[in-house]
């Protein structure tokens, strides 16, 4: 039984008498049938320090002793090169650009939802801020252009799942197909490269901040900003809320039509930045750009913890889902393993995850 603003409530008999708060807990009165029991709440083990947080926490840790087992892994087989600062560097700066569309995708997927677009969309983006028309206003028209494009999609989405009342499988996945043959039709299929020096400058190890790239800092941002925003605003509780029991969540008073639009559109901003940091890293934008992003940000998604059903997930889970697939295809490529056998590995990762998963909820 909930209390506020300090009361201590009172507890009834079964004759209708009352106990004060001075009373023993658990005492009866004349012609009870005996003493009441506290019923633990439905809810107690999403508590953040329930079982549900203890839960997160232990798979958190779990993907971070798989990342320094990977790390050994590198130091055993290719000290030399893994260890070096400039693949450190590396690792980090190819996990921020796929990063940031998870951090998009994880929110979508907790809210109750899936996002197939994201690559189409990063695509799309790359191209349009690479026109010549574009960088004829230089980098702030080139970032303008990409957050923009990823926004309207992401708009399209919403709409479409929101107010359209959509599957939201079935929406994105003729965004995909859209933005993709969009992408195609503007850059008629050339890679269309960036001349705007600022742009080129921030890929640049000059640009560098004590050692680390723009690139990763910006990643490092939208990751914090992200972790706030789920767990520390009411945004953050409607999307779980949303996710978790549509119907509850209306009846409380959300409004999951906005909410789930509002998320839509995240994913889609989130695009639109991973688009310019592509743009940065590759000093280009072509419609081939973002292949498999979105099966890469939901499986990152899945090992960090995020059920796919919705109302639960981490940003941190998924930018730690990120690393590992990361650095496994950084040491495959070190070792010089075959690219089928690299998804072969991630296959087996992402089963595994669902396997936990499920045996998880089952418990």
């Given at each position: 039984m909930n209390t506020s603003e300090g009361r201590v409530p009172l507890a009834k008999s079964a004759r209708g008498d009352t106990a004060g708060?001075?009373?023993?807990?658990?005492?009866?009165?004349?012609?009870?049938?005996?003493?009441?029991?506290?019923?633990?709440?439905?809810?107690?083990?999403?508590?953040?320090?329930?079982?549900?947080?203890?839960?997160?926490?232990?798979?958190?840790?779990?993907?971070?002793?798989?990342?320094?087992?990977?790390?050994?892994?590198?130091?055993?087989?290719?000290?030399?090169?893994?260890?070096?600062?400039q693949n450190l560097q590396l690792v980090l700066t190819q996990a921020s650009v796929i990063g940031v569309v998870t951090v998009g995708v994880t929110f979508v997927i907790i809210g109750g939802g899936i996002d197939l677009s994201v690559g189409a969309m990063v695509a799309l983006a790359t191209v349009w801020a690479t026109t010549l028309a574009t960088q004829e206003y230089g980098a702030a028209g080139i970032l303008f252009c990409a957050l923009a494009v990823g926004l309207a999609c992401g708009l399209v989405n919403g709409l479409l799942v929101s107010f359209g009342s959509m599957v939201p499988f079935i929406a994105t996945l003729a965004m995909l197909a859209s933005a993709r043959g969009l992408a195609l039709q503007i850059s008629e299929g050339r890679t269309q490269i960036v001349t705007v020096e600022p742009v080129l400058e921030l890929g640049q190890r000059d640009a560098y901040v004590l050692g680390v790239p723009p690139i990763v800092l910006v990643f490092a941002a939208v990751t914090a900003i992200g972790w706030l925003v789920l767990n520390r605003t009411t945004f953050?509780?409607?999307?779980?809320?949303?996710?978790?029991?549509?119907?509850?969540?209306?009846?409380?008073?959300?409004?999951?039509?906005?909410?789930?639009?509002?998320?839509?559109?995240?994913?889609?901003?989130?695009?639109?930045?991973?688009?310019?940091?592509?743009?940065?890293?590759?000093?280009?934008?072509?419609?081939?750009?973002?292949?498999?992003?979105?099966?890469?940000?939901?499986?990152?998604?899945?090992?960090?913890?995020?059920?796919?059903?919705?109302?639960?997930?981490?940003?941190?889970?998924?930018?730690l889902g990120v690393l590992v697939f990361t650095t496994i295809t950084n040491l495959f490529a070190l070792n010089n393993l075959e690219t089928a056998v690299q998804q072969i590995a991630k296959g087996a990762i992402i089963v595994a995850a669902v396997l936990i998963q499920r045996k998880g909820r089952t418990s």
């Open positions: 708060p001075g009373d023993p807990q658990g005492a009866t009165t004349p012609g009870a049938s005996g003493p009441r029991k506290e019923r633990p709440s439905r809810h107690a083990s999403a508590r953040p320090g329930g079982r549900l947080g203890a839960r997160l926490d232990l798979r958190n840790l779990s993907l971070l002793g798989v990342l320094a087992a990977l790390v050994v892994v590198g130091a055993l087989t290719e000290p030399e090169q893994f260890l070096s600062v953050g509780r409607r999307t779980v809320a949303v996710g978790g029991n549509p119907e509850a969540a209306r009846l409380a008073g959300i409004d999951v039509r906005r909410q789930r639009l509002m998320l839509y559109l995240l994913s889609g901003l989130c695009c639109g930045i991973a688009a310019f940091l592509l743009i940065v890293l590759t000093g280009s934008g072509q419609n081939t750009n973002g292949n498999l992003y979105e099966l890469d940000a939901i499986a990152a998604a899945i090992i960090g913890g995020t059920l796919l059903s919705g109302g639960r997930g981490t940003i941190t889970g998924s930018v």
